[in-house]
Structure formats: C-alpha cells, structure tokens
C-alpha cells in the first residue's frame, strides 16, 4: 500500500468552490487560500434550518501513536456520505509540535484524509501563528505597562508568551535580564499555542464580538490586593481581536472523497478542552444533515470535556458517540495480552453510556496484523455490555470500509439518549473536580496540594466558582499515572494547581506532572521529514 503522503499527492482534488456549492456554501462566501482551500466567512451564509444531528468520535486510552481517531472520523464521514447523507466532518487543525515531534500529522491517513494534508498539517491558513501573535502581543503589553510605571500595580503575572512547537526548554526561563534598559527581570515560561487560553476562547467564542468580551476577561495576573488583573485592565483585547479577525473563519478543504470538512482550532484535549472551534462545528449543523466532529485523546479527557465545558456552553446534545479503539492498544494497556487490556475500553464505554447517558458504538479500527479472533472477542466483550463493535477497515478502503460503521452510527440516532453532564454547575471547584475523578476516572480521591489549596480559596474569593473545571491529565492513562495502565480505581489524583481561563470560561486543574510545554521525543518526526529538489515533502507521517 503507498504511505499516506503519496496517497494525498496522488489525489485529483475538485476546487473548492465546487465542494461548497454541494453542501450549500456559494461561492461569495469563499475567500480563496489557493485553489483547494478557503475560508468561509459565516456572515454570507443564509439562516440555517434545522440542525444536523451531531457524532462525536472519541477513543479509548491511546498509545504514544494514537489510535486513528480522525483517521476514523474522515472515513466515517465518507461512508455516511456514501449512505446518501449530506455530511460534513468538523476537525481541530494540526499543531507543528506532534507534526514534528511524535505523532506526526493530524490529517487522517491513509484512504480516509483530508487534503491538501500537507497544507494542513504545515501552515494551512495561519490560523495557529494569529493565535500565536495575539497571545505574545498580549504577553509584550504586559511587559511594557509595568516597564513604564505599572498603574495598575501589577504584583504577579501569571500570562505566559507561547510558541506552536514543542520545546521543552521554554518551559521555565528567566527574561528581562539585567533590568532596564532591557526590561524588567522576572521569571517567565512558555506554553504550547495548542495550550493557550487564546486558542480556547477563540475555539469557543460565537463570533467577533463574543471573542472580543472573551480576551478581555482573560486574567493575566493580579494586583497588590490580590485581585485579578484582567487584559481588558490593560486595554489590549482590541488588538488581539485585530489579529484574530480573519482567523476566525472556519477553513473549509475535503476529504479524499471529496466530502467537505470544516478545519478550524486545534486545542489539546489532555491540557485544554480538546474540540475544534464552535463556529465551524455550528455553521456544519446547518448545512448537512450529519456533522461527525472529534475531541482529542481518550473519552476520560476530550468527551468529558466536549459534554461538561462545549455542550454546556453551546446547549449541544450529541445524537452519538464513536469510540475508536484498536487490538494494539488493547494489547498494550494489559500488558501484552488483549483480555487483560479490554476493560479500559469497557471503562470508556460506561463512562460515555452511564455518566453521560449517550448511546455509543464502538469503532474498531482495524490494524493489517489484527486477526479475526483478536476482532471477534473485542466485539463479544462488547456485546455483553449491550454495545456494537464494528470493525472498520477505511484506512485501507476509505469511506467503503467504514460503511457498516456509518449504517450503526444511523441506527444510533434514534436510540434513547439521557444527555447529561459529569457535576452540577454550582458545586464547588473542588467538587467538580472531584466528581470527574470520581466519577469519569474511578479515583478513590483528589489530593490538593497546598498551591492547589491556596488558587481554590482565590478562585472562589474572585467570583470564578461558578465555571466549569478542566482537567489537565495525562492521556495515557485514566489516572495521573501515564505508566498506570488500563482501568485502575480507588487511587489518589493529585492536582498540584489550578489556573482560571476566565475568556475561555473554564478552571484549569493540573493533575501530576502534566506540562503546559511538551517537548520532543528522542527520535522526533522532524528527523524524517524531508523535502526532494522538485519541492516535494516526504515522511510527513
């Protein structure tokens, strides 16, 4: 079979007003980025009708090299569309440091891509280096307001700049050295754009206006009093709304077969909230009749965050959840053998039908090495808990191999759906937490440390109680744990701080060791990736 990137380069693409137009998108609502791509500007689209019936592709616990979430969600949106559904696929955009550390790109791959993938997965329409520019201008002001004289008498500052790549050496620094002329010294740190509190308000913000009152709010440090020091205080959110203006516009593309897909915000799910922006996934509901979107890693981390943080926000009820899992990552949380590994999946399961009372389908995508008694005993196991396991081949086959996926996926749309959330809004922040880790993760308990104590009592104190709670945990594992493999319960979650993104509207709780910076394997993906004479990019994936 040929590699993923001689897959997408050898693909005959139908411009991209041509995709438009089938879904209902004229051509004056286009602003051309070449001739496969363009970003759609929601003011020109008429008022949608009925919405669309929303599918959500999650996962159990991933390995290091994920387990084919998009892949699953492009060849479930080609084979709905090969149902006869008007369908369209709403996905986050890649960021450079998986690009170029361990996962590679976040296209799809094989026969179930978006393309042009290499536009994607590299700079596509600059929407990551906006995010990037608004975060760091807001960073700079900062600087330069205490600089000349600090009236608002700024004591801490808790913003941090932030950079599209891993580099795990910006995680703690010190800038300003030497003082004035150069600045003012103080110890600063980076954060990944994919990690950024701009990157979540901006996913999450209904339009320009709502994204303009959402930086604003964003804290970025606090006063002699204590009190929160907002960007608002320091007048910048103008600015920053000025280099997100264009960005915010969804980026339409297709699939490989040419099913048109929304690409638009790139949050991580294992630090934010994991889910593309709500514009694009909103003006999808329009438009098709099927809208299948993803949240990042495993169902522990990006669909307890879709339910608790998006559909809150939104007043979204997903009509199904795909789980995506494989034989290998079975195989690799029971410590080589499938039987031992299969009750994290089932964990994921009852967390997606039970704690949020969703009907869900299992997608097994399926691996060339997988055999057909390694198949069949995933989807018994299943079945004894009352849910389909479908295996799905669209890798290798595209929209064909995941047509008995998309045929359940249908059928799901009408079975009963008790649409809930993991905690009650006005619970305490310690509470929420803990009703996720109780609840979502099967902990025993939540340990605070003394930090964390102390940002609880301020949040509550600064009237930031009443938000929801975003976990910031390791994917690998439904404890804080990565090496704690499968489905462990009764074990202590340790949240070392917590962090308000009061424009996103959310707490972020820091669980172990987790990082607001990655950094890069030992053998990154940039090491393979190369670019031929002619300008031809090879070991993308």
């Known amino acids: 079979m040929p590699s993923d990137i001689e897959i997408a380069q050898s693909t005959r693409m139908a411009p991209i007003e041509d995709i438009a137009q089938a879904i209902g998108i004229s051509p004056g609502a286009l602003i051309h980025y070449g001739p496969y791509k363009a970003k759609v500007d929601p003011a020109a689209l008429p008022a949608p009708a009925k919405p669309g019936k929303l599918v959500l592709v999650s996962a159990m ?11 699953t969600l492009v060849g479930l949106a080609d084979g709905l569309s090969r149902l006869g559904k008007t369908v369209m696929a709403a996905l986050r955009e890649p960021s450079l440091g998986p690009v170029f550390g361990i996962k590679g790109g976040a296209a799809g791959g094989g026969y179930a891509q978006v393309v042009p993938m290499e536009d994607i997965n590299l700079h596509f329409t600059g929407d990551l280096h906006a995010i990037t520019a608004a975060n760091n201008l807001l960073a700079a002001l900062i600087d330069n307001h ?6 608002l008498g700024i004591t801490t500052v808790t913003w941090r700049r932030c950079l599209d790549m891993n580099d795990r050496q910006l995680r703690i620094i010190v800038d300003g050295v030497g003082g004035r002329p150069n600045g003012v010294e103080r110890p600063d740190g980076f954060d ?5 509190e701009v990157m979540a308000a901006f996913c999450l913000a209904t339009g320009l206006n709502d994204l ?13 009093q204590g009190q929160p020091i907002t960007a608002g205080d320091l007048q910048a959110e103008g600015a920053m709304a000025v280099l ?5 516009r969804p ?3 297709q699939t490989l077969e040419k099913t048109p897909a929304l690409v638009h915000g790139g949050p991580f799910g294992n630090i934010a909230h994991g889910c593309n922006s709500v514009i694009a996934t909103e003006m999808a509901l329009g438009l098709a009749e099927f809208v299948v979107t993803e949240a990042g890693f495993g169902a522990d981390l990006g669909a307890e965050k879709f339910s608790d943080i998006v559909c809150r926000q939104r007043g979204w009820q997903p009509a199904v959840v795909v789980i995506v899992a494989t034989v290998r990552s079975l195989k690799h949380h029971g410590g080589g053998d499938l039987r031992t590994g299969l009750p994290n999946l089932l964990r994921h399961i ?12 299992v997608a097994i995508n399926r691996f060339p090495d997988d055999t057909p008694d390694e198949l069949a005993l995933v989807q018994s196991r299943c079945a004894d808990i009352g849910v389909e396991a479908v295996v799905a081949d669209h890798h290798a086959r595209g929209g064909a191999g995941a047509e008995s996926l998309a045929q359940a996926v249908v059928r799901l749309t009408d079975a009963p759906n008790r649409f809930g959330f993991a905690y009650d809004l006005g619970q305490p922040i310690a509470d929420k937490i803990e009703a996720v880790a109780t ?15 102390a940002d609880l009592a301020w949040l509550e104190e600064h009237g930031f109680g009443g938000l929801p709670v975003c976990m910031a945990k390791t994917q690998y594992s439904f404890s804080d744990d990565p090496k704690l493999l499968g489905a462990p319960e009764g074990f202590d979650l340790t949240v070392r701080a917590l962090r308000v993104s009061a424009g996103a509207g959310f707490v972020v709780a820091l669980t172990g060791t987790i990082m607001t910076m990655p950094g890069l394997p030992k053998e990154p993906s940039a090491t393979r990736i190369d670019l031929d004479d002619a300008g031809v990019i090879s070991g993308l994936f």
């Open 146 to 151: 205490i600089y000349q004289g600090n009236q």
């Open 439 to 453: 609840r979502v993760y099967r902990a025993g308990g939540v340990r605070f440390t003394d930090e964390a104590r």
């Open 251 to 253: 980026n339409l593309v």
């Open 244 to 248: 997100l203006r264009d960005a915010l």
């Open 192 to 196: 990944i754009t994919a990690a950024s």
């Open 212 to 224: 303009k009152a959402r930086l604003g709010r964003m804290v970025v440090g606090r006063g002699g």
């Open 350 to 361: 009852d967390n997606v039908t039970n704690v949020f009372g969703l009907p869900a389908v």
């Open 61 to 71: 616990s991933p390995t290091p090299a994920g387990e084919g979430k998009t892949t």
